[in-house]
């Protein structure tokens, strides 16, 4: 009977650190979940240094604007892990450079998987109000995943509705990719690290939408996939943008 007594007294025990150990995987998930996707938006622009350092090309600029990516996330990183210093402060951003730039890093990992990437320019001098880094980490999402998932022919649109920014990634469809396609160089290293993948990706880019009071929708069809990006545009007093 003593035995009995003992188990059942030690019951609560064990509960309360089933409870206890329960929590503490969960904060350890979470805080796994955030270095992946540090590491993710590391992982982006590191590519396109690659990539253009390959190329020959001398596209200074990219490259410039993939270190600085690659900074960013670094110190992101870095944040999460020891505490670091503040996220960058927002600011008047003109977002037609931004979204040049960040199509200029990624035409030529376009053209290696046999893609077209077209930017047509439809807002005028559209300022937003945001934080440059991540603004520019959700663009390079959008387009990064419409290369390796969609078809080959990518056009990258922005537009003004209302007092809001529409900037739209459209592709043409798998179908419509092809088949030798797949035995490219560049195909084959995204197939595999695509076994280290998370789907870090577009959920990034709706933390930033989210984040800076806009919007992020993706519709898939047979003929291919629409991602837009819906960001309040800057009042006109706003203009002294960086």
């Known amino acids: 009977m003593m035995d009995l007594a003992n188990t059942a007294a030690g019951w609560p025990l064990a509960a309360s650190m089933a409870v206890v150990l329960t929590a503490q995987?969960?904060?350890?998930?979470?805080?796994?979940y955030a270095?992946?996707?540090?590491?993710?938006?590391l992982r982006r622009p590191l590519q396109a240094i690659a990539l253009a350092s390959g190329t020959g090309t001398g596209e200074a600029?990219?490259?410039?604007?993939?270190?600085e990516l690659a900074a960013t996330a670094l110190e992101r990183l870095d944040r999460e892990i020891n505490g670091g210093p503040a996220a960058a402060a927002r600011g008047a951003v003109r977002f037609q450079p931004l979204l040049q730039a960040s199509v200029g890093r990624w035409r030529a990992r376009a053209a290696m998987g046999g893609s077209s990437l077209e930017l047509r320019w439809r807002a005028g001098a559209a300022v937003v109000i945001g934080e440059r880094s991540g603004l520019s980490q959700a663009l390079d999402n959008l387009i990064v995943n419409a290369?390796?998932?969609?078809?080959?022919s990518i056009v990258v649109e922005a537009r003004r509705r209302g007092g809001r920014l529409r900037v739209s990634v459209a592709d043409s469809g798998r179908a419509s990719r092809p088949e030798s396609r797949r035995e490219n160089p560049a195909e084959v290293i995204a197939r595999l690290s695509g076994r280290r993948r998370h789907g870090h990706g577009l959920p990034v880019v709706r933390q930033v939408a989210?984040?800076?009071?806009?919007?992020?929708?993706?519709?898939?069809?047979?003929?291919?996939?629409?991602?837009?990006?819906?960001l309040p545009l800057a009042a006109d007093g706003a203009r002294q943008a960086a």
């Open 25 to 32: 995987g969960l904060r350890a998930g979470r805080r796994r």
């Open 147 to 152: 290369i390796e998932h969609g078809g080959p």
């Open 35 to 41: 270095l992946n996707e540090a590491l993710h938006e």
């Open 210 to 230: 989210a984040a800076h009071g806009g919007r992020f929708v993706l519709r898939r069809s047979e003929q291919g996939s629409l991602a837009v990006l819906e």
């Open 61 to 67: 600029r990219g490259v410039d604007g993939s270190v």
